[in-house]
């Protein structure tokens, strides 16, 4: 599991930990994130129960792990957050903010001493220290409850699967060619994306915001004029196809 550093100043850092050789080979490979500032901490999609042992050991290197007092999810899937039991038996005080919707279905996973902080479809802001983190919706994209985090000082926009690639996990951090890239975007999103409408909405309420970092759960980072290029490549993508024309 390697760790990069995406952003510093004097109130908070932010680092991704992925690119994990060790893992197996039939499980995607997961980018986790965390927002460290003074005091506390917020894990951010911190991934599948297989992951646990190599992103617990990655994030002690860190910081001392009781300083991790808040974890995110974006949405229910495994390769999100089926690490949850481990995690709840590791930093039993923390809070776990994840959609309303899926409260019933994430607490399958293990949840006997997190918390669980509902985060209401409108979305909503954590603050932590210094710094807020608002919660962006984002649904459909691909969960019908899911979330992006954004950091405005930062310029940061977490963006879970929106952004996704799937490729080798010695790849680049950072998206180089776009036009190479899209390649490894297209089914991904045309297939696991089931909405023309959500996807629009989401990219109108994304062109608001200043992001110099779009940062996804899987794949590669896109900085400065990239994030724009994947905003037009992916307002003018249909998706909810399915078959050959998705791979096509
Ligand atoms: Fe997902
Ligand atoms: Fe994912």
Request: proline share 4%.
């Amino acid at each position: 599991m390697k760790t990069h550093k995406l952003f510093e100043n004097n109130s908070h850092t932010w680092l991704m930990f992925g690119r994990d050789d060790e893992k197996p080979n039939e499980i995607i490979d997961t980018n986790q994130y965390i927002v460290i500032s003074n005091k506390n901490a917020l894990l951010m999609d911190p991934g599948g129960i297989e992951l646990f042992s190599a992103m617990l050991s990655a994030v002690i290197k860190q910081l001392p792990a009781d300083k991790i007092t808040h974890l995110f999810a974006s949405h229910q899937d495994p390769d999100i957050i089926s690490s949850l039991g481990l995690w709840d038996q590791a930093l039993p005080s923390a809070t776990l903010h994840s959609p309303w919707i899926w409260e019933s279905f994430i607490k399958h996973f293990g949840m006997n001493n997190i918390t669980y902080s509902a985060i209401p479809d409108e979305g909503s802001s954590l603050k932590i220290d210094q710094v807020t983190l608002d919660f962006i919706p984002a649904h459909y994209l691909h969960s019908s409850g899911n979330f992006n985090v954004y950091d405005a000082e930062a310029k940061i926009l977490m963006s879970g699967d929106i952004g996704a690639a799937l490729e080798s996990v010695d790849a680049p951090l950072y998206v180089e060619d776009f036009d190479e890239h899209i390649d490894k975007m297209k089914m991904f999103h045309q297939r696991w994306m089931p909405s023309n409408e959500a996807k629009n909405d989401w990219v109108r309420r994304v062109r608001k915001l200043d992001v110099d970092m779009m940062c996804p759960q899987h794949g590669r980072i896109f900085k400065g004029d990239n994030v724009k290029r994947f905003l037009d490549w992916f307002e003018a993508l249909e998706v909810g196809i399915i078959g050959r024309s998705a791979s096509e």
